[in-house]
């Protein structure tokens, strides 16, 4: 059983009981194959007998269309956009990831608050006030953050979907030079995400490698905090492999 | 005295608070209508209704959604629209915004939900000091029985039954507004809020708003005339066809 714990304060209306699942977040920049790893740790979980439930930006019931239509019009300013999606990442976390972990299942979450804190201090929203907002988040019982350069990126990226008006800053850079505002923004971004990889304790994956490595680095990663979950699985999900 | 970001703009910006039934939307538009007449450039604005956020609360109110995080958060996110949209554009422009309900609504509520108050500050630290923030003082039963004489039915967030005080949807509206109440009383010292006694006869209270108003318009320019009234008269139009144009908000001064 976990004992929850907060970054800052316990929020209301929020039962402090130890919960029997567990809280597993997947942190890193669009393109380093996130979703991927989610849906093969989602399957293996599975295989393994432990429920899974997955969750992500813009999913929840009560904000995902009101931040869709928001963001249609690029009229937004920062702080409204971020208070959205605070608001989506809440309902969330209240009314689907924390009851799954209650229940005793495995919440898959991809980018949890740290995208957000990463995202909106690039744009010029203080470091604090976003740490303040958020300071009522669970903590996760692990951090995982998939590491990658641009330049390791940049094809991945251009040879699938391209590149995004968001994901290269386009609202607040300026120029129409798509490919240059792409690796500012994306270098800027990754420097963030190290800064708070080491404040908030992630385990580093290098995202680089092949799917099957970055798979059992993932299983790894987890055998100490799904060990106990059920009697039948000791965690040797490590010896599986990805399933291909 | 606690106060906010400071106004950099050259605009006014007067806000009003109270619980509901305190009466302190009718006064605004006294004072809106006023303020026209008096040749000045006016921006109203109202709590819950930026176009881009409220569809989602409303979302989530009917479906009853909202938790005390939440219910604070998508209130935040609408405050923050409509000050980056409405308010810090028309100060900047000089121009006088009227706001029905500022941040202190955030704070009576959402503290009474439960809310951390120190979170609730810094959730809210983007907001610009106001020019005089009025708090419309009513003792809790008037203020019940204004509301529930006009009124059908309460609705779920509305009489606060999202927080359990009371299955009895006027029970639970009176210890909401009670709480809220108090909250106010705290938050009237705290900001240093002009507090205007709401039971008095309303032109008396309308007499003092403008009183305290009034020293604050000195340097403000005019709206300028666009000459739409000497237009008409002197080509001896009605102005009938002219849309959304109420002929006394155009150069009565």
């Known amino acids: ?244 | 005295m606690t106060t906010l970001q400071p106004n950099s703009g050259p605009g006014r910006l007067f806000i009003v608070e109270g619980i509901d039934g305190s009466g302190k939307s009718t006064q605004l538009d006294l004072l809106h209508k006023w303020l026209i007449s008096e040749g000045y450039l006016v921006v109203f604005t109202e709590w819950n209704s930026s176009p881009i956020v409220k569809t989602t609360t409303r979302r989530g109110k009917q479906r009853r959604m909202l938790t005390p995080v939440s219910f604070s958060l998508i209130h935040a996110a609408d405050f923050a629209s409509r000050l980056y949209m409405q308010v810090i554009p028309a100060l900047q422009a000089g121009a006088i915004v009227l706001a029905d309900r500022y941040v202190f609504t955030a704070f009576a509520r959402d503290g009474v939900r439960g809310l951390d108050r120190s979170w609730l500050r810094k959730l809210y630290a983007f907001a610009i000091q106001p020019t005089v923030a009025f708090y419309f003082d009513v003792p809790l039963d008037e203020a019940i029985k204004r509301i529930l004489e006009g009124r059908p039915a309460l609705k779920y967030y509305e009489a606060g039954l999202d927080l359990g005080l009371s299955r009895n949807p006027g029970e639970s509206f009176r210890l909401f507004q009670g709480l809220i109440k108090n909250e106010y009383d705290h938050l009237a010292e705290e900001y240093g809020m002009v507090r205007i006694d709401a039971t008095l006869p309303l032109v008396v209270q309308q007499q003092q708003v403008r009183q305290i108003v009034r020293p604050y318009l000195q340097g403000l320019p005019p709206m300028e005339s666009t000459g739409l009234q000497d237009a008409l008269k002197e080509h001896r139009l009605t102005g009938r066809y002219l849309e959304g144009k109420r002929p006394d908000e155009e150069d009565e001064a």
Not at chain 1, 2 to 29: D, H, K, M, S
Not at chain 1, 128 to 137: L, R, S
Request: net charge negative; charged share 25%; with cysteine.
């Open chain 1, 1 to 244: 059983m976990n004992t929850p714990r907060f970054y800052g304060i316990r929020p209301p209306g929020v039962q402090a009981e130890a919960y029997p699942g567990r809280l597993v977040v997947i942190e890193g920049t669009d393109g380093v194959g996130r979703s991927t790893q989610i849906a093969l740790l989602r399957e293996w979980l599975e295989d393994c007998g432990i429920a899974v439930i997955q969750t992500g930006f813009r999913r929840s019931e009560l904000a995902s269309r009101g931040i869709q239509r928001a963001k249609r019009g690029h009229t937004l300013d920062p702080l409204t956009l971020n208070l959205f999606y605070a608001t989506d990442f809440w309902d969330r976390l209240e009314r689907n990831i924390m009851p799954a972990l209650r229940a005793g299942m495995v919440a898959l979450v991809d980018r949890y608050i740290f995208s957000l804190i990463a995202r909106a201090v690039l744009r010029g929203v203080p470091r604090g006030w976003m740490e303040d907002v958020y300071g009522m988040a669970l903590v996760p019982d692990r951090i995982f953050y998939l590491d990658i350069t641009v330049e390791q990126l940049l094809p991945r990226v251009i040879g699938t979907a391209g590149l995004d008006y968001w994901e290269s800053g386009q609202d607040y850079l300026r120029g129409a030079d798509l490919y240059h505002n792409y690796t500012t923004y994306q270098q800027t971004l990754l420097a963030e995400y190290r800064r708070l990889a080491a404040e908030f304790d992630f385990r580093v994956i290098d995202g680089s490698k092949p799917v099957g490595v970055v798979f059992r680095a993932l299983q790894q990663g987890m055998e100490d905090i799904i060990a106990g979950m059920t009697p039948s699985t000791p965690a040797d999900g490590s010896e599986s492999g990805p399933p291909e």
